[in-house]
């Protein structure tokens, strides 16, 4: 015999996934965001340097 579906729990746990799931993108992008203010305050580019492609 199947299970009676709880519709309420299993909608809050996928607004809790999601929740955190845009928690975790908003860390990333301050961290991003933090790194390259601390690249414009030292003045030094930590990205590695651009290669020309001779053609």
Same mark, same amino acid.
């Given at each position: 015999?199947?299970?009676?579906?709880?519709?309420?729990?299993?909608?809050?746990?996928?607004?809790? #996934?999601? #929740? !955190?799931?845009? #928690?975790?993108?908003?860390?990333?992008? !301050?961290?991003?965001?933090?790194? !390259?203010?601390?690249?414009?305050?030292?003045?030094?580019?930590?990205?590695?340097?651009?290669?020309?492609?001779?053609?």
């Amino acid at each position: 015999m199947p299970r009676k579906p709880n519709y309420r729990f299993e909608r809050h746990e996928r607004e809790r #996934a999601k #929740a !955190a799931k845009k #928690a975790a993108k908003r860390e990333a992008k !301050a961290e991003k965001r933090s790194s !390259a203010e601390t690249e414009d305050e030292t003045g030094v580019d930590q990205s590695p340097p651009l290669q020309a492609s001779e053609d």
